[in-house]
């Protein structure tokens, strides 16, 4: 399967540059698993500091980079689903990332869109303005499914899991504090 991946390495990025959570959990297995995975070539940086809009120094941040990550992720979108036809969109967005419009004209190039969002439980506001544009949102929080619906989204619960090629026993000695 060919996908096209729009995650950053890390939602901490900023704070911790060596941080590659999300990297190691979405896109990895994604390529273990024998995918040909496209990424979206994006600094996330200052990104990932501005996600919520109640804040007035984050809105105006997104209210003038979202257009521009927009444009760059479609523009990047269709130059790889040129070259070869995508089979899946797949991305950790937030509301302030992406324009829903983007996620709409992505998805009317017949490549199916799923989101990845595991902090419903306590930020659902950070995906309500996006979810329902994808075609599947992939929700780990079952009490959040019905939230989902009633903002028009169709959501797959998905458990969350560890990548058992990094989050395993290793032959160490043990030390204590």
Not at 41 to 69: G, V
Not at 89 to 105: D, G, H, K, P, Q
Request: proline share 7%; aromatic share 12%.
């Amino acid at each position: 399967m060919r996908i096209f991946a729009a995650v950053a390495s890390s939602p901490n990025a900023p704070q911790l540059p060596w941080s590659k959570v999300w990297h190691v959990n979405l896109i990895q297995p994604l390529v273990e698993l024998g995918h040909d995975v496209v990424e979206f070539d994006f600094d996330w940086s200052k990104s990932m500091l501005h996600l919520d809009s109640d804040h007035p120094e984050d809105r105006e941040y997104i209210a003038r980079q979202r257009p521009l990550t927009s444009e760059q992720l479609i523009e990047q979108v269709k130059r790889a689903h040129e070259a070869q036809p995508l089979d899946l969109f797949f991305s950790y967005f937030y509301s302030a990332n992406v324009l829903s419009e983007t996620i709409r004209e992505i998805s009317r190039l017949g490549i199916p869109t799923v989101n990845w969002y595991c902090n419903g439980s306590y930020q659902m506001n950070l995906v309500e303005e996006i979810a329902p544009a994808f075609d599947y949102c992939l929700v780990p929080e079952k009490f959040r499914l019905e939230d989902y619906r009633k903002l028009g989204a169709t959501p797959i619960y998905c458990q969350e899991a560890a990548h058992p090629g990094v989050y395993k026993a290793y032959d160490l000695p043990r030390e204590y504090d």
